[in-house]
């Protein structure tokens, strides 16, 4: 915004069509713009409004313009307040669209960098879904190696009962052959003494 009035256009009364946009390369002052106004006034136009009035009229026509005037400078004084009330508000304008551009870019710096946690994150949750496949099949590979282990070993544990079973019975075997081989000894022992005695019996016939 530059420091300048906004355009000015005077519209005669009853004749807005005779309106007129004061000169952009005329300086606005007071005396120039009275002269503007003066100038366009339909009453004026055509004649001279000083010619036909007695001093007491022309004084009364100059009190009339300065109230006129004073109303203008204190139409200006108001405009240069709103002016200035517009420059503050452009400002404001401007640092407020400041904060709200610096907060869009931290909101976007924001956002990306949780998309980028969020793919790190999907990366991530990949990752764990193959691990976690990985160590089904593997567990499932190792119940399988166990249960194959189980039946072996049930296997085992029969056959082992099987084979203390049969090392009871020949145990039990070679402990009747033991006892049977010593007391057959005994018994040839006693055969010879049966002959002899067949022989005394014998010998005196």
Known sequence: MVDRFPTILFFPRNRKDWSV?????????VPNLV?????????LVQQNPFKCCNPECIQKA???????????????????????MLH???????????VSWQEEH????HNRALQEKNENLKHHNEKLKDLYQQRNIE????????????????????ENILLKTYMSS???????????????????SELPTTH???????SPN
């Open 62 to 84: 100059a009190e009339l313009q300065k109230d006129r005037i004073s109303q203008l400078e204190s139409e200006i004084k108001r405009l240069h307040a709103e002016m200035q």
């Open 21 to 29: 946009k004061y000169p952009e390369d005329l300086p606005l002052t």
């Open 196 to 202: 002899s005695e067949n022989a005394e019996v014998q």
């Open 106 to 109: 931290q909101l976007k710096l």
């Open 139 to 158: 567990l499932a590979e190792t119940a399988a190696k166990l249960s194959e282990i189980a039946t072996v070993s049930k296997q085992l544990l029969n």
């Open 170 to 188: 020949i145990e039990e075997e070679l402990e009747i052959n033991k006892h049977t081989s010593t007391s057959l000894p005994i018994e040839e």
């Open 35 to 43: 002269r503007f106004i003066l100038w366009h006034t339909p009453q």
């Open 88 to 98: 503050q508000a452009e400002k404001q304008l401007i640092y407020q669209l400041s």
